[in-house]
């Protein structure tokens, strides 16, 4: 398998623009999770879903976050409008049964 | 709420010293805990789960040792190699938590050839 796939690897941005966020999870695995991760702030799990439904989403910092699952392989992050305070770096990862967890390489958001 | 601990922050050895790095949480009631290891802008890769139910884990030059009811877990690193300079974070599993990982701050650790 090739691991947690996750696109862009790096994404650039002007302020108030939409980001959209891909993720495609190991297959066979039923738990996805979106994490953020910041210098200050360390490792911020935002949303996780449990076959293809969000189980928590309390981690989203605000409504201009948003996170769908359509189908067990394919999951979105979107952030509309983005702000220069959303620059981090975004994990998606996946497990089976929420045992161990396996992480993508990330997308590295800049927003100027 | 669960609170995850790593210390020490950041740790420099010379080649071929044993590597101890500790990881403590406040909450006994965990599924499993995980390690990782994070290269400078990489993702993060699996190195150990230790299932609730276990004592230790291992793996070639890797042990991780869980001591649940003092909320501790260990990771030992035997005959360290400038390649394990990364950033080391463990990260604990709540019983109740359909999966959800809640993450120490890591240890920031240097091998000096």
């Known amino acids: 398998d090739a691991g947690v796939i996750q696109s862009p690897r790096h994404e650039v941005t002007e302020m108030g623009q939409e980001v959209t966020l891909r993720c495609k999870p190991i297959?066979?695995?039923?738990?996805l999770f979106w994490y953020r991760q910041t210098m200050m702030r360390g490792l911020e799990l935002l949303i996780y879903?449990?076959?293809?439904?969000?189980?928590?989403d309390s981690g989203m910092p605000e409504d201009r976050f948003s996170a769908k699952m359509p189908n067990a392989s394919f999951s979105t992050l979107k952030i509309q409008p983005s702000e220069p305070r959303d620059s981090a770096v975004y994990f998606c990862?996946?497990?089976?049964?929420?045992?161990?967890?396996?992480f993508g390489q990330g997308t590295r958001l800049t927003v100027v | 709420k669960q609170e995850v601990t790593q210390i020490p922050a950041a740790l420099s050895v010379p080649e071929g010293e044993n590597l101890v790095l500790n990881c403590s949480f406040t909450?006994?009631?965990?599924?499993?805990l995980q390690w990782f290891r994070q290269d400078p802008g990489k993702g993060l890769t699996s190195l150990l789960l230790?299932?609730?139910?276990?004592r230790e884990q291992t793996s070639g030059r890797l042990n991780a040792s869980l001591d649940k009811s003092s909320g501790r877990s260990t990771l030992y690193i035997a005959a360290s190699q400038p390649g394990d300079s990364a950033t080391y974070l463990c990260?604990?599993?709540?019983?109740?938590?359909?999966?959800?990982?809640?993450f120490g701050a890591g240890t920031q650790v240097v091998v000096t050839p």
């Open positions: 990862a996946s497990s089976f049964q929420g045992d161990e967890a396996f």
């Open positions: 297959s066979g695995h039923n738990s």
């Open positions: 879903f449990n076959n293809n439904v969000p189980i928590d």
């Open positions: 909450d006994s009631a965990i599924y499993n």
């Open positions: 230790i299932q609730s139910s276990q």
């Open positions: 990260a604990v599993k709540l019983a109740d938590s359909w999966g959800k990982l809640q």
